[in-house]
């Protein structure tokens, strides 16, 4: 009985201190060599640890004895943002999942995983049966009552099920606007407008330490239209709506989902929603928080946007072996100007500038002046190549990636151009000559 009891004793300590895993399989398994692993904050994603995909795909992380529950992140490439999922570990069991790029992720073991996976599945379904409904044109209002009543009772059903779950909070949070009558299409989407953030908790630290706000946020940006509103115009409104919304989120959390939104307009080109962001929420909380690096990529970006002055710059120009310092903005002597970027070791540089030239030599009606830069080490290379372009206005910009010049406009790689009018204001940025040029020619 004696040797029971310390048997006991002994084993109880691994008991209590049991650990778990996270594994899965990739496929196909040539695609994924490296796995990490994070575990997700308000605020920050916490690197755990990393593993090596297996020739079958497979992959494993023994999560420490004293792994807190909650989300974790699986990064399988760069940039890391982008390719992601999430996980729930709830410190009782391990997980199981396949993933496909296609596909997405699929859980073979874990309750709580399996269960929102459901779910999802459920209420999408519905959603398409609504959506079909109103597509058809269908007149059958208890049908769709029908449809209504289906999805209030799945709803409850589930939010049964995860009682007591890290599950329950993306259950609820995910609370659809469900009619209690009929309501006719225009009626339908009004409400679901409405009512989109009804059942978002904000500050519900679960939800902050996951993708559901970005991803509840870019759906109803994106996802909601208004008949008339142009998709600027819908975008600012909508980002007005959902700023309300988060406007008793902590700074931190909300520098976060905003520095999200905005990035994405910037992706997509979308300046002026980008600065309306950034003008009327995000540069406040970057200020609030003292993200100096923030506010300067603000300020940076705004100023650089279509329609605004280009920054100035002096620059020495010498004539007749005289020197005189002249600024950008002093420049009367043509129509448009084209402030270049180069360096006279990149080979894209080389390649187009003489491409630039000649085109140039045939717009001959048009009074263009090139303003070409070259970020540079020194003046060595440069003074001989800058020899073979006379006509441009050449100016040296030493310290190459730390050039204050190229600092001004946000340079990060040669080529790159600015076309401005004859006020200095910025009317395009295009990618590259072939970009320039097609410009140039409409």
Not at 164 to 189: C, G, M, S
Not at 340 to 359: A, G, R, V, Y
Request: charged share 25%; glycine share 4%; net charge positive.
């Amino acid at each position: 009985m004696l040797f029971r009891i310390v048997a006991l004793l002994i084993l109880l300590p691994n008991v209590l201190l049991a650990q778990h895993t996270i594994k899965g399989v990739f496929t196909p398994a040539k695609d994924y060599k490296v796995v990490l692993l994070y575990k997700v904050t308000p605020t920050v994603s916490e690197y755990i640890t990393n593993t090596e995909v297996q020739k079958d795909g497979s992959f494993q992380f023994q999560l420490d004895a004293s792994a807190e529950k909650g989300i974790y992140r699986i990064v399988y490439a760069v940039p890391q943002e982008d390719y992601n999922f999430d996980v729930i570990y709830n410190g009782k069991e391990d997980v199981v999942l396949a993933f496909n790029s296609e596909t997405g992720v699929s859980f073979k073991s874990s309750t709580e995983n399996k269960l929102l996976a459901s779910y999802t599945s459920s209420m999408s379904a519905i959603t398409k049966s609504i959506n079909n409904y109103f597509r058809e044109g269908r007149k059958d209002t208890l049908a769709l009552k029908t449809i209504f009543k289906t999805q209030r009772e799945a709803q409850t059903r589930y939010e049964k099920l995860a009682d007591n779950t890290i599950t329950l909070h993306f259950i609820k949070a995910n609370r659809p606007y469900i009619p209690k009558k009929y309501e006719d299409v225009k009626t339908y989407v009004k409400n679901l407008k409405i009512h989109y953030f009804d059942n978002i908790d904000f500050n519900n630290k679960i939800l902050q330490s996951s993708s559901f706000l970005q991803e509840r946020m870019l759906n109803y940006v994106f996802g909601i239209s208004t008949d008339g509103k142009d998709d600027i115009t819908n975008y600012k409104n909508n980002i007005d709506v959902f700023c309300d919304a988060i406007k008793t989120v902590p700074a931190n959390v909300k520098r976060i989902l905003l520095t999200d939104l905005w990035q994405e307009m910037v992706d997509l080109g979308l300046e002026p929603v980008a600065n309306h962001i950034s003008n009327h929420y995000l540069l406040d909380v970057a200020k609030l928080l003292k993200d100096n690096e923030l506010v300067d990529a603000l300020i940076q970006y705004t100023n650089l946007s279509i329609g605004h002055k280009a920054p100035d710059f002096s620059f020495v120009v010498e004539k007749d072996k005289q020197k005189t310092t002249k600024k950008l903005s002093e420049l009367n002597s043509a129509e448009k100007y084209i402030v270049l970027f180069w360096s006279s070791t990149c080979s894209h540089c080389l390649d187009e500038i003489p491409q630039l030239q000649k085109f140039l030599k045939t717009r001959t009606k048009e009074k263009i002046k090139v303003i070409a830069i070259g970020l540079e080490d020194d003046n060595k290379i440069w003074k001989e190549k800058i020899k073979a372009f006379p006509e441009f206005i050449h100016v040296l910009g030493l310290g190459k990636w730390e050039n204050p010049i190229g600092n001004k406009y946000g340079v990060t790689a040669t080529p790159t151009y600015f076309l401005l009018n004859k006020e200095k204001r910025i009317i395009n940025k295009p990618e590259n000559f072939e970009a320039l040029k097609a410009v140039l020619v409409k």
